[in-house]
């Protein structure tokens, strides 16, 4: 999907009428788009009158009880830009942490050293940022440790400048890891996309920073039918469908 | 009618004044504002703005009285709890408040819904649309004549695609379905119908 599609999205994201996918896809361009940005905060405000022409006055007792329960509800703290990349997660902590049955030899081509599975998302408050890593690692760790973990080694790019990564894939947990030594460098405004390969059909399934070194992904979404994966090149924020022909399938298992 | 709420906003930049005008620097971003820095009362002030249109959008997708309640003040608690998230750049904290309610209501309808997926938008096409309920429930208010004179100058499919995806918390792809046009038209149609909605009712960002 190209920018020009997702522009044409700003209505039905007003009118909270994109899926979660889709919707995050659309936040991600919006984030570098700055006429859309105006476009969709008029129309977030058009789509609050209309829920202002809906306002149904509430019970009386209701002020009381939510000032009651605001009380004794913690309030987050401010997200706060960090620059980027994201600093790798907290290592020791991972090793410590879990015991991984995963073949050696992908342990020794990726390394852990490099847990950067949040590369493109919007740095948060600290806080919360520990707390997703944490969860994050945790679910990693157990694809990588999962009993029926298949690991398939792929190229990826053409020859001279592509690089090796690995997929790590598990039925039982029905996710998916991504590890790569670092993908190529791309022109400004392209980013890597992962998809989840649904019997031709592709499923968003995360971005991959280019150039970034030493990098551990866990695809987004559960792998549900999907029998492999694909990458392709797409414009900075990532595409909703592929937009160019995949640089890499690769299978979950090997056949 | 309407309790303690006496005046109706739209975006903010275009109040229309129904009764006492709210305390200068009594604003809803203003108060949004104060509230990310944990001042109580001012969230207290800000739910006499936001309360009745959150119940309003959260009931128009969720329908069931008691279940809406429980939505909405989940909606009002998380306002309290993210408020250092709002940006006054975005649409202002009326647009801010009121996305978070109808995603949230959207999120209810959505994962109850998805076993009687086809029974379900079968029976929304029998309904009526909510704008009629809306507007004949509330002819006398100037903010909902005039969102409801906005909406009846669309063109029906425009209308409709806005109507079933706003009110009734339907995704574009199930709009698309149900009034069994391409994708591509519905998406064009809400953005369309917004953008006629936007300049209609005077809207600024």
């Known amino acids: 999907m190209t920018a020009a599609d997702l522009h044409m999205l700003a209505g039905a994201y007003a009118l909270g009428a994109l899926d979660e996918d889709e919707r995050h896809a659309f936040e991600a361009h919006l984030a570098d ?11 977030l405000a058009t789509s609050a009158r209309l829920a202002f022409a809906a306002s149904q006055p509430p019970p009386a007792a209701m002020k009381q009880q939510v000032l009651a329960r605001i009380a004794e509800v913690r309030q987050e ?3 706060v830009e960090l620059p980027a990349p994201r600093p790798p997660a907290p290592v020791s902590r991972v090793r410590r942490g879990a015991r991984f049955a995963l073949a050696a030899s992908i342990a020794a081509a990726v390394g852990l050293g490099g847990v950067a599975a949040w590369q493109y998302e919007r740095a948060q408050d600290a806080h919360q940022q520990a707390q997703q890593a944490q969860a994050q690692t945790a679910e990693i760790a157990a694809v990588l440790s999962a009993p029926d973990a298949h690991a398939v080694v792929g190229s990826v790019g053409g020859a001279g400048q592509g690089t090796s990564a690995t997929l790590v894939s598990s039925r039982s947990q029905n996710r998916a890891v991504f590890l790569t030594p670092g993908l190529p460098q791309l022109p400004t405004g392209k980013t890597y996309q992962l998809w989840f390969n649904d019997a031709g059909v592709m499923r968003p399934a995360g971005l991959v920073a280019p150039g970034a070194a030493d990098q551990t992904i866990l695809l987004k979404g559960p792998i549900g039918p999907a029998s492999g994966m694909g990458i392709t090149v797409e414009p900075s924020g990532g595409s909703l469908h592929p937009t160019t022909a995949p640089i890499a399938l690769m299978p979950f298992a090997a056949t | ?18 009764g006492t005008p709210p305390a200068p620097g009594q604003r809803p971003d203003e108060l949004l504002l104060q509230v990310a820095k944990g001042d109580q009362d001012a969230f207290a002030a800000l739910y006499d703005h936001i309360a009745a249109p959150v119940l309003g959008i959260v009931r128009s997708v969720l329908r069931d009285p008691a279940q809406s309640e429980e939505v909405a003040q989940e909606v009002l608690v998380e306002v309290w709890r993210t ?22 209501a ?11 997926d086809r029974e379900h938008k079968a029976a929304l096409l029998e309904q009526t649309p909510a704008y009629d309920e809306v507007s004949e429930a509330v002819d006398r208010r100037l903010e909902r004549e005039h969102v409801r004179r906005c909406l009846q100058a669309l063109t029906q499919m425009q209308r409709e695609s806005v ?12 709009v698309a379905e ?9 998406k064009a149609r809400m953005r369309d119908g917004l953008i006629r909605m936007r300049d209609c009712l005077g809207v600024t960002a």
């Open chain 2, 106 to 116: 959207v999120d209810r309808v959505r994962s109850a819904q998805a076993a009687t």
């Open chain 2, 83 to 104: 408020a250092a998230r709002f940006r006054p750049d975005k649409g202002g904290a009326l647009a801010w408040v009121l996305t978070i309610a109808h995603r949230r």
């Open chain 1, 77 to 79: 703290p401010p997200k």
């Open chain 1, 33 to 43: 788009c700055e006429s859309c940005a105006v476009e969709v905060a008029e129309f």
């Open chain 2, 1 to 18: 009618m309407d309790g303690p709420h006496s005046t109706r906003r739209g975006d903010g930049s275009e109040p229309t004044f129904l």
């Open chain 2, 163 to 174: 109507v079933l995806a706003y009110y009734r918390g339907l995704t574009y792809r199930e």
């Open chain 2, 178 to 186: 149900l009034l069994a046009v391409p994708l591509g038209t519905v």
